[in-house]
């Protein structure tokens, strides 16, 4: 009699388990029938770009790290009103927002392995791949949490930005008054191409930059430029290559930033460059007058 009841309780012990784990099957998305929803905001103080519109939401298994989607790979978006609410079958996710402004996207079906990255066109004045378009502030933010059958989950976004920013002030020492300078421009080599979006790391890419035409400041004859950057790479030479044109002359002069630009994980940098312009308007002497790290405060990551 004893062991009826023991077999007795072993099974309803093993029936409870059964019952148990069956009452769990929508976070292993056994049913793909069962669905939840996600409301998401953004942070009140989070780096934001020109429109919440331009930031894509994306959906991976906290597991398989596999991308769930039933829009053929493309993401859903945020609304104009910055208030993001989606339909999404149960289970456990991180959930991924970022911008992009005119860069592409890729390998997008695994959180671990997508990437954002910038287009390149062969330059023939420079002879190496540049920066196709101008680059402007991107952002990412991630979370995680269980979408439950039916239910709400609530998550905040607090975006940061995917992007550094160089300022390349130049100097012209020597001018000639009986000169005019009519352009100046600087293309530097070895920078970055793309960032894996979830973990926020550079790629090993890399191209030239072509920074905007340099303006005057206030001081005469010193211009600046800047731009923005995935990142730069020490695996080459970074190497400043500058044309400077004038009214009757055009001089081409370069300096190595690879020491100033090593390990560069500062929010942004100012990197001050003195050319001393010699006989006939030539760009003889060139050097680094000096550079400054610059933080999070002092720089506008808002498109």
Known sequence: MRMIKKKILASACMLSMIVHFSSCDWLFSENPGTKGFLNATLADNAILPSTPEEIQVRYYDNYSNEEYTEKLGEP???PAEGSFLSRIRTGEYRFLAYSTFNNKVRNSSDITQIEIYADTVNSEKY???????KLRPVHMASESGFIFPEDTTYRTFNLVPMVQKIVI????????AEHEIETLEAMLSGVITGRRIYTNQPVPEYAGLIFPIFTETDTQYKYTSEAYVFGVSNAVQNLLRIECVGDTFTQHSQVDLSTVLKDFNADGIVIDVVVEIGENMQMGN???DGWKDMEQDDINFNN
């Open 76 to 78: 859903d978006y945020f």
């Open 127 to 133: 002879g190496v791949p540049v920066y196709a378009n």
């Open 169 to 176: 002030n130049i100097t012209l020492r020597g001018m000639s």
């Open 286 to 288: 060139i050097y680094i």
